[in-house]
Nanobody, 126 residues
Framework: QVQLVESGGGLVQAGGSLRLSCAAS????????MGWFRQVPTKEREFVAA????????SYLDSVNGRFTISRDNAKNAVILQMNTLKPEDTAVYYC???????????????????WGQGTQVTVSS
């Protein structure tokens, strides 16, 4: 079964840090771009960060650039989102996703990602 499983969410005070992990299984993900998205109730799912297959191309949402870091370990089929200096507006359910298109470009659109994890809740208190 091909799946993505997120972990590492939780409750943290503003200014704190969390490290989200995405474990991929069922196939090799090392040739695909991977992304992190987030969603709050009543709003559309929002792009947060993405990384290409080799890790040499990365893109971030402007509001998290400089605070969040995405990385991947292809040997472990894992993608990490390190979140520092968290703000209450970062509160959301965070999703890991895989783009199987093998496009040379990183996409910010949910339509480009065909496999999603179940999500992990991140809550930042003020």
């Amino acid at each position: 079964q091909v799946q993505l499983v997120e972990s590492g969410g939780g409750l943290v005070q503003a200014g704190g840090s969390l490290r989200l992990s995405c474990a991929a299984s069922g196939r090799t993900f090392s040739t695909f771009a991977m992304g992190w998205f987030r969603q709050v109730p009543t709003k559309e799912r929002e792009f947060v960060a993405a990384i290409n297959w080799s890790g040499n191309t990365i893109s971030y949402l402007d509001s998290v650039n400089g605070r969040f870091t995405i990385s991947r370990d292809n040997a472990k089929n894992a993608v990490i989102l390190q979140m520092n200096t968290l703000k209450p507006e970062d509160t959301a359910v965070y999703y890991c996703a895989a783009d199987f298109s093998q496009s040379r470009f990183i996409s910010h659109s949910t339509d480009s990602y065909s496999l999603w994890g179940q999500g992990t809740q991140v809550t930042v208190s003020s």
